[in-house]
Nanobody, 125 residues
Framework: QVQLVESGGGLVQAGGSLRLSCLAS????????MAWFRQPPGKERDFVAA?????????LYTDSVEGRFTISRDNARNTVYLQMNSLKPEDTAVYYC?????????????????WGQGTQVTVSS
């Protein structure tokens, strides 16, 4: 299994930027695809971005963050990042890091087996 710890959340004004980090540990880390989900206040958890744990590093984004957010990974540090630019108030949510064994559907919440505790991102108007 894999353990995930998120960090980097905070309070920013609209138009600002944040970079979230997800540190992964555990066995066979390189075999896992990684993703970010978010849960706005009073709403369900939704897909944000994902990246495969391969050299090719195939990525996927939800439409609302395309062009503003960038997911990346650093294999040497066992870390996945989410760079968030041009933040909007509707981006306010608890952001969760997730992992699944490689080869499945990146954007499907039900396919992810491991989750971090989440980090709060708040964007003010």
């Amino acid at each position: 299994q894999v353990q995930l710890v998120e960090s980097g959340g905070g309070l920013v004004q609209a138009g600002g930027s944040l970079r979230l980090s997800c540190l992964a540990s555990g066995r066979t880390f390189s075999s896992y695809d990684m993703a970010w989900f978010r849960q706005p206040p009073g709403k369900e958890r939704d897909f944000v971005a994902a990246i495969r744990r391969t050299r090719r590093s195939t990525t996927l984004y939800t439409d609302s963050v395309e062009g503003r957010f960038t997911i990346s990974r650093d294999n040497a540090r066992n870390t996945v990042y989410l760079q968030m630019n041009s933040l909007k108030p509707e981006d306010t949510a608890v952001y969760y890091c997730a992992a699944k064994y490689e080869g499945g559907i990146l954007g499907s919440l039900n396919e992810y087996d491991y989750w971090g505790q989440g980090t709060q991102v708040t964007v003010s108007s």
